[in-house]
């Protein structure tokens, strides 16, 4: 019964900053244990979906505080079960479906053989210590990174996972890693307020989750180019992802203290997620700051808002 599997005789040492998953990759590993036997044998479906009950084995197993390690697994939030808690962050459902592929700075595993807890993150796109994006598919065998690899720094097919290190290769995206450093920041709660001090970043994100920043970044950089038809398709690379970062960010900078300027991103603003921010956001800030951006960039009902610029609102957020 796996209830009672005991402590995995080879102990790997704790990293703070490290996401829960690959804190179970580097365990199980070190014993030569794959995550897909680790799944069988505590009768896990999905990491999505673990128990409590499941997660305290696992702490048990790896010698690690239960506390501790259930913070780092992307859970369901007990109080609201349409929500997943990360790091004591609440998430959307989205969250959970990023979750399932691996993205890794190939530079910051060979360094420091750890994953880190902000790559799991579906705004997160970039590594801030390398200024590169993160990959998620290998380049020996072009398959998507997987959580079941046979170690940290292997992938499937049994290659070390690297980066294109051509020259060229990628492009300097200063707003896409100042992005990713902010995450991490908000994650840490020891260090959230220092989220206020990255330049770059609209001071205003401060005041919303980072499930709704994130929302607010990818519907702003959604198109490159006024009116694009064709909206992201679901699965976009992290060179992509970060682009589009670098232009969602870009932009709501260029309306932070002067909102009714989002009218003229409208061509570009993805306001179908605005629109799911407005109904489900996951603070009441979040959805009345989508509230109120949408009245500028929304085109269905232009009359109803489009003629005044809401004043009383804006305090709130800028
Ligand atoms: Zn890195
Ligand atoms: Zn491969």
Not at 95 to 124: E, F, M, Q, T
Request: glycine share 6%.
């Amino acid at each position: 019964m796996w209830r009672d599997i005991r402590a995995l005789p080879i102990r790997v040492p704790f990293v703070d900053s490290e996401s829960g998953l690959g804190f179970l990759l580097r365990a199980f590993s070190a014993n030569g244990v794959s995550l897909l036997k680790a799944r069988e044998l505590f009768s896990i479906k999905d990491w999505r979906l673990l128990t409590p009950e499941q997660a305290a084995a696992l702490s048990r197993a790896t010698n690690a505080e239960p506390h501790w390690l259930a913070e780092r697994l992307l859970m369901r939030d007990a109080q609201t079960p349409e929500r997943f808690k990360y790091f004591g962050q609440l998430f959307g459902g989205h969250a959970a479906y990023a979750n399932i592929s691996a993205k890794v700075c190939p530079d910051c595993l060979r360094k420091k053989r750890w994953c880190h807890r902000v790559w799991i993150l579906p705004g997160a796109a970039y590594c801030y210590v390398h200024g590169r994006p993160l990959i998620d598919s290998c380049r020996r065998c072009t398959k998507t990174i997987s959580w079941l690899r046979p170690s940290i720094d292997l992938c499937k097919c049994g290659r070390y996972l690297e980066g294109d290190l051509s020259i060229g290769a990628w492009q300097a995206m200063p707003l896409a890693s100042a992005w990713t450093q902010w995450l991490d920041l908000r994650l840490d709660t020891t260090r959230t307020s220092e989220s206020n001090n990255i330049a770059g970043i609209p001071p205003f994100l401060n005041n919303l989750s980072i499930d709704g920043s994130t929302s607010l970044v990818l519907a702003f950089g959604e198109h490159e180019r006024p009116d694009d038809s064709v909206s992201s398709p679901r699965k976009v690379t992290p060179s992509k992802l970060s682009a589009k970062i670098q232009r969602g960010i870009e932009r709501l900078a260029s309306i932070d203290g002067a909102p009714h300027e989002a009218r003229r991103w409208s061509p570009y603003v993805h306001t179908p997620t605005l629109e799911k921010m407005k109904r489900s956001g996951i603070t009441s800030a979040d959805r009345r700051c989508a509230a109120l951006l949408l009245s500028y960039v929304g085109r269905r009902s232009p009359r109803c808002h489009g003629g005044k610029q809401q004043r009383g609102q804006l305090e709130l957020f800028f």
